[in-house]
């Protein structure tokens, strides 16, 4: 038999890209609405009429372009909100079955699939749900080991240390500073990639994070009307997710 595994390049590529067309579309529901108390689940509706949908308006990307991007209904417009996950989603799985292709590309997209809703939370709400860390953490100690090849025992440990390790900066920032440093889903994030990567890529997805993160600051310091930089939000589980998604092709370069 076939498995996801063993197809063509060429066809895992493309078989990949087209699961991640699906799951997009359902990562971008998850977005808008679980923040607002939405349910993510049963049929889905127009946000602007709440028209249920039907097969037709289902179909990623092709749909919004039959409807030219608006409700067939109400003629309200589609949040372009929709596509935009669809195509990153997309692209993470045709991107990690065409550089790492067979199993490790596989759970490489997935461990990306897993990864973006929390990164676009994180963005867009400055949330890291406790379910979703959870999910991404159990995942990895059950799936992971053939990704980079790490064993078990050091997926736990990058578990542990990376979830109470920054655990002990956030305690350590609010003991000397009165407040709040880090987010409480931070560390939890930080456990979940360390039960992906292992203890030994730890510190490489964290200084690729921290780096994103004082980019980014940077380049919007000089935004009009913005908070002073020592005290802008900074959306850290954003920068650690695409961290942790790029320290898989780059922890072995740098190991080998």
Request: aromatic fraction near 8%; glycine fraction near 14%; include cysteine.
């Amino acid at each position: 038999m076939l498995t996801a595994g063993a197809l063509p390049f060429g066809m895992g590529v493309a078989f990949a890209a087209l699961i991640g067309l699906v799951l997009g579309s359902f990562i971008a529901t998850l977005v808008l609405r679980w923040p607002d108390g939405r349910s993510v689940l049963g049929r889905s509706q127009c946000d602007a009429c709440s028209r249920p949908l039907g097969i037709r308006d289902l179909i990623p990307l092709l749909s919004v372009l039959w409807s030219r991007g608006r409700c067939r209904q109400c003629g309200a417009p589609i949040d372009t909100f929709h596509s935009q996950v669809e195509i990153r989603a997309a692209a993470i799985g045709a991107l990690a079955l065409a550089v790492m292709p067979g199993t490790p590309g596989w759970l490489w997209a997935l461990f990306g699939w897993l990864l973006l809703p929390l990164a676009l939370l994180d963005a867009r709400h400055f949330w890291l749900p406790d379910r979703l860390n959870a999910m991404l953490g159990v995942i990895g100690l059950l799936l992971a080991g053939p990704l980079l090849s790490i064993p078990l025992l050091d997926r736990w440990i990058g578990a542990l240390a990376g979830g109470l390790g920054l655990a002990m900066i956030a305690w350590a920032y609010r003991r000397a500073r009165g407040g709040d440093g880090m987010g409480g889903g931070d560390p939890k994030l930080v456990a979940a990639i360390g039960a992906w990567l292992g203890w030994q890529a730890l510190p490489l997805m964290l200084l690729l994070a921290s780096l994103g993160g004082i980019v980014w600051a940077l380049i919007t310091h000089q935004r009009k009307g913005d908070a002073p930089l020592a005290l802008r939000r900074i959306p850290f589980g954003l920068f650690a997710c695409v961290a942790a998604w790029a320290a898989v092709p780059i922890w072995p370069l740098l190991t080998g």
